[in-house]
């Protein structure tokens, strides 16, 4: 498979579509595509029956395609997108209604904007979930073009690289998994004319908790031939849901 120029994707319009057009004569479907000692790639596409302009407005509007199961809040209504550089694709945190609490509002930065190219590629950097409390970043590139039987293709590609405290080939299905998800989640609201790829709903929760509480990703462990109990069920779990 020819490897995708994102880069040409912001070069304009018709360069954009030849890059595409490139990457995607060769089949495509979701998966881990590169991994090595600190990081790793996801790719994904899909086809829709909008057209570019439909799949951008959809796109920048992240509270109406978002599985809530990954969002803080428990509720991708709390999602917003601002589609400028520098722009914010974060999350509300509402305030607890219990009478009993003084809380405040709070909020979460899913990624930053770093190029919006308007029904041809959105481009933001960030470290989503679990990826949130380690030193690894990712960048994730959304390519739209039009499909050659009309509608639009969209491809989706994220990069992530950096110190993190997971096993890379475990983290990189689990993450892959979950843009699938939400790839899966857009592509059916504007009308999915290719196969779906089936969900990869993987758990993973760190398992050790900070002193106040909240999960925090687990600390470094010593080498040893066997492999850790997390490390094994979220194996299962990748391959139970692949054979599902």
Same mark, same amino acid.
């Given at each position: 498979?020819?490897?995708?120029?994102?880069?040409?994707?912001?070069?304009?319009?018709?360069?954009?579509?030849?890059?595409?057009?490139?990457?995607?004569?060769?089949?495509?479907?979701?998966?881990?595509?590169?991994?090595?000692?600190?990081?790793?790639?996801?790719?994904?596409?899909?086809?829709?029956?909008?057209?570019?302009?439909?799949?951008?407005?959809?796109?920048?509007?992240?509270?109406?395609?978002?599985?809530?199961? !990954?969002?803080?809040?428990?509720?991708?209504?709390?999602?917003?997108?601002?589609?400028?550089?520098?722009?914010?694709?974060?999350?509300?945190?509402?305030?607890?209604?219990?009478?009993?609490?003084?809380?405040?509002?709070?909020?979460?930065? !899913?990624?930053?904007?770093? !190029?919006?190219?308007?029904?041809?590629?959105?481009?933001?950097?960030?470290?989503?979930?679990?990826?949130?409390?380690?030193?690894?970043?990712?960048?994730?590139?959304?390519?739209?073009?039009?499909?050659?039987?009309?509608?639009?293709?969209?491809?989706?590609?994220?990069?992530?690289?950096?110190?993190?405290?997971?096993?890379?080939?475990?983290?990189?299905?689990?993450?892959?998994?979950?843009?699938?998800?939400?790839?899966?989640?857009?592509?059916?609201?504007?009308?999915?004319?290719?196969?779906?790829?089936?969900?990869?709903?993987?758990?993973?929760?760190?398992?050790?908790?900070?002193?106040?509480?909240?999960?925090?990703?687990?600390?470094?462990?010593?080498?040893?031939?066997?492999?850790?109990?997390?490390?094994?069920?979220?194996?299962?779990?990748?391959?139970?849901?692949?054979?599902?």
């Amino acid at each position: 498979m020819p490897k995708f120029a994102t880069t040409c994707v912001f070069k304009g319009a018709s360069a954009a579509c030849a890059a595409i057009g490139l990457a995607l004569s060769q089949p495509v479907s979701a998966e881990v595509i590169k991994t090595d000692s600190d990081g790793f790639v996801t790719r994904d596409m899909a086809v829709v029956e909008a057209s570019p302009k439909e799949t951008w407005l959809a796109l920048i509007s992240p509270a109406r395609w978002w599985n809530s199961a !990954h969002t803080w809040s428990g509720d991708a209504d709390n999602l917003r997108l601002t589609p400028q550089a520098g722009g914010c694709f974060c999350e509300k945190i509402p305030e607890d209604p219990d009478p009993d609490k003084i809380t405040l509002e709070g909020s979460v930065e !899913h990624m930053r904007v770093i !190029h919006a190219f308007p029904e041809n590629a959105l481009r933001m950097r960030g470290s989503l979930g679990p990826l949130q409390s380690e030193a690894a970043t990712g960048v994730l590139t959304v390519a739209l073009s039009e499909s050659p039987d009309g509608g639009t293709r969209i491809v989706w590609e994220y990069v992530v690289g950096g110190y993190m405290r997971y096993e890379v080939g475990i983290i990189s299905k689990a993450v892959d998994g979950v843009m699938t998800q939400q790839l899966n989640g857009l592509a059916a609201m504007l009308g999915r004319v290719d196969s779906p790829v089936p969900d990869e709903v993987v758990d993973v929760t760190p398992d050790v908790e900070s002193e106040d509480g909240a999960a925090a990703a687990p600390a470094d462990e010593p080498l040893t031939d066997e492999k850790s109990d997390r490390e094994k069920s979220l194996e299962e779990a990748v391959e139970a849901l692949k054979e599902g």
